[in-house]
């Protein structure tokens, strides 16, 4: 009998390549594992409410009444609403011919990319265009329709850092493109160095790779860094010199755990540098309500803003967004009101301000708890969690623990995570996921856990790693 078209044999050789580590075989034992009863934390994907990270008021408030309406037409709704929330409720609805169950424009509701657009406006200090934003379902629905409209097939490469987050490798893989890695250092806080950056490029130009864009992550997943003012400004001037595009993922820009270096974002540097570059350079700038203090994972809000992109390019990229009709509606809603938030004199000012302020604070704590945690391990080195969500520790794996992976058939890190896993409940990610230096292995955690669970975790941790350095010799 012939194959079918969804035989696994007969199925796109591309969606077979994209690997996603963050819901790979670790993800899915510790899953299993659960279901006996095991009680598992899982640490492996950046999900701030379900470790128990509590919603922001205000925003809950206002996408509540904007999805019951007729709330608003009850004569006691002051009673359990405050007058702001109410206010902006209206004020969207307004917006919204049929409510939040009908689509809107498939770039997203003009008046929330103008909320958006003066967002930024603000904070770069240079007026943004909200022609040239659109808003999507989260960011990652962003990135895989800028790559899918940069990438032609196999010849066109991306340059992405290394580690980096799987989202790229995957949505690179499915749409038939290259990956052009360039190695992060970690030994100098995971930096960047331009001189390594264009060997990459010299490289994949031997092999016939065309390399297009350059993907930065900013601050960085899973490596937590935050690039300095100047590492931006050789990142732009290198994109220029090359003739590329670059896409700036800066999902964690509220996520900074130093005062050394604030999160400051490629468009604003790029405007200040002034032209040519200012007005000739390419940039596509992500952003999202699921990281931060907001943590709104499961609502699916995001943007994208395209800077120095041909009127041409952008009609395309409307008729592409056009297929899936309109962005998801109450995401749009908290988007709008992530990026123009209660105001000082508004009656629920200080309670956002007294939410989110403690969001951040504790996360700067528990960043320290994790970082001094791993490094009070047996073979563990760690640097500080600078901002984001997430550690990523260098394991050193002893000789014997590598072999005993390699006669299982598995990454080593892979069988150190497993065993970490099916000892402690902690779910992670193994580095091999992210991509690492051959020889050098890691793992990635959140550092979402509650503030005061992480003193357990992080004991429990510590046992499990000395065992598993004395039981493999180390």
Known sequence: ?????????????????????????????????????????????GNPHALGQKPLTFPRQVVALCQAPFLLEDPNVGLIFPADAIERAKSYLSLIPGGLGAYSDSRGIPAIRKEVADF????????S???????????????????????????DGILVPVPQYPLYSATIALFGGSLV?????????????????????????????????????????PTGQCLSEANLREILNFCFQENLVLLGDEVYQQNVYQDERPFISSRKVLLDMGPPISNELQLISFHTVSKGYWGECGQRGGYFEMTNIPPRTVDEIYKVASISLSPNVPAQIFMGLMVNPPKPGDISYDQYISESKGILESLRRRARIMTDGFNSCKN?????TEGA??????????????????????????????????ATGISTVPGSGFGQKEGVFHLRTTILPAEEDMPEIMTSFKKFNDAFMEEYGA
Request: glycine share 8%; net charge positive; hydrophobic share 40%.
């Open 389 to 422: 969500m997430y550690s990523f520790p260098q394991i050193q794996l002893p000789p014997r623990a590598i072999e005993a992976a390699k006669q299982l058939g598995k990454v080593p890190d892979v069988l150190y995570c497993l065993k970490l896993l099916e």
């Open 181 to 221: 890695p360039y190695y992060l250092e970690e030994t100098a806080n995971w930096g960047l160095d331009i001189n390594d950056l264009r060997q990459s490029v010299v490289q994949a130009r031997s092999k016939g790779i065309n390399v297009r864009a350059m993907v930065i992550i900013n601050p960085g997943n």
């Open 380 to 384: 563990v080195v760690c640097n500080f």
């Open 120 to 127: 930024i406006g603000r904070r770069d200090g240079s007026p």
């Open 129 to 155: 265009d909200p022609e040239l934003i659109y808003l999507t379902d989260g960011a990652s629905k962003g990135v895989m329709q800028i790559l899918n409209t940069i990438i032609r097939g196999e010849g």
């Open 1 to 45: 009998m012939s194959q079918k078209a969804l035989d696994y044999e007969s199925i796109n050789e591309n969606v077979k390549k994209a690997q996603y580590a963050v819901r790979g075989e670790l993800y899915l034992r510790a899953s299993e594992l659960q279901k006996e009863g095991k009680k598992i934390i899982f640490t492996n994907v």
